[in-house]
């Protein structure tokens, strides 16, 4: 998963597109960015967090986009879980794995 795919993910798994934003910071939602400024071990990273009223909340910093990308996944699925959105399958239900490791649409 990356920061390409993440998105077609969350769709799939019935997170709403307007609480995500990849790439942008945008209000009432959940951004995904490339950290451009390094972090004290030098490296460049990638940030998790949600945006609301101009203010960051749950801020979260990794070295790595796969972490960060099933990060966000994992605690956007687990809300939809709690809310009873997100109910298990059965195999002939689950859809198949585009090229890319991006859900079929």
């Known amino acids: 998963m990356n920061a390409e795919s993440v998105t077609?993910?969350?769709?799939?798994?019935?997170v709403?597109?307007?609480?995500?934003?990849i790439g942008a910071e945008a209000d009432d939602a959940w951004c995904l960015l490339r950290d451009?400024?390094?972090?004290?071990?030098?490296?460049?990273?990638w940030e998790v967090f949600w945006r609301e009223q101009g203010n960051r909340y749950d801020w979260?910093?990794?070295?790595n986009e796969q972490v960060a990308?099933?990060?966000l996944f994992?605690?956007?699925?687990?809300?939809q879980l709690v809310r009873g959105?997100?109910?298990?399958?059965?195999?002939?239900?689950?859809p198949e794995p585009a090229a890319g490791g991006a859900p079929a649409q």
């Open 85 to 94: 959105h997100l109910t298990p399958t059965t195999p002939a239900e689950r």
């Open 60 to 63: 979260a910093r990794f070295d």
């Open 69 to 71: 990308c099933f990060y």
């Open 16 to 21: 709403p597109p307007e609480v995500v934003s």
């Open 36 to 45: 451009e400024q390094p972090g004290p071990d030098g490296q460049l990273g």
């Open 8 to 14: 077609n993910w969350l769709t799939s798994a019935g």
């Open 74 to 79: 994992g605690r956007l699925a687990w809300t």
